[in-house]
């Protein structure tokens, strides 16, 4: 069966600083990734996606990154943390053929920028 | 452009209520994708049920039902006999063809709290 992990779950970080948040996802092939932030009071929204290795899609101009550098492994980064960038990320994954599979989802990361 | 609202923003219920939580969609594909996540106090998103938008059967799973009914661009999803163990927050979500079915939108979700 596929499992998807995330980490660190928590961290706080303060403004300025860098991120990673790391992703994998296990029991699958070339599948797509994803990730969604959720910030407080806020629904949750597409960050980015990636359909392969090196191909990232940015859906919200913003001082983070993504980056795909193996098939099942899905990084989130920033140089420079922003008070606004506290919230919570969740990556995600999906079969890539058919249409409409589901989209399931990681435990989460919590980030607090003080 | 696709969009899921969810007008409750909490419900509260005292256990073994029945709860009904609205979704209401809009898009202008005819092919899209329609889905309910539980959200617990952990955090993690719980998928619960995913339906295309040319199968508008109702379906029951224990003592969730989901009415899907295109006229009225709703899903909306019942849960019987409530439990505390029900309490979290539900999202109702949408993908559709123009993007590939790669984007989940989400409705602003609706926090259910039942008590003892």
């Known amino acids: 069966s596929q499992t998807i992990h995330q980490w660190p779950a928590t961290l706080v970080q303060p403004v300025g600083s860098p991120l990673s948040l790391e992703c994998t996802v296990e029991?699958?092939?070339?599948?797509?990734l994803y990730w969604y932030r959720q910030a407080a009071g806020r629904g949750l929204q597409l960050l980015f996606y990636?359909?392969?290795?090196?191909?990232i899609s940015s859906e919200v101009p913003q001082n983070l990154s993504a980056s795909r550098p193996q098939d099942r492994q899905f990084i989130l980064s920033s140089k420079k943390l922003l008070l606004s960038d506290s919230g919570f990320y969740l990556c995600?994954?999906?079969?890539?053929?058919?249409?409409?599979?589901?989209?399931?989802f990681g435990e989460g990361s919590w980030l607090t920028v003080v | 452009a696709q969009k899921v609202t969810q007008a409750q923003t909490e419900i509260s219920v005292v256990e073994k209520e029945d709860v009904t939580l609205d979704c209401v969609y809009e898009?202008?594909?005819?092919?899209?994708?329609l889905f309910w996540y539980k959200q617990p106090p952990s955090g993690e998103l719980v998928f619960l049920i995913r339906?295309?938008?040319?199968?508008?059967q109702n379906e029951i799973s224990g003592r969730y039902s989901w009415n899907f009914q295109k006229s009225t661009s709703s899903f909306n999803f019942t849960i019987t006999a409530s439990q505390v163990v029900d309490s979290a927050v539900y999202f109702c979500?949408?993908?559709?063809?123009?993007?590939?079915?790669?984007?989940?939108?989400f409705g602003t979700g609706t926090r259910l709290l039942v008590s003892p």
């Open positions: 990636s359909v392969g290795i090196g191909q």
């Open positions: 898009t202008r594909d005819t092919t899209y994708y």
């Open positions: 339906r295309n938008s040319f199968d508008e």
């Open positions: 029991g699958t092939s070339n599948p797509n």
């Open positions: 995600a994954w999906r079969t890539p053929t058919g249409t409409g599979n589901t989209i399931y």
């Open positions: 979500a949408l993908s559709a063809e123009n993007t590939g079915f790669q984007k989940l939108v």
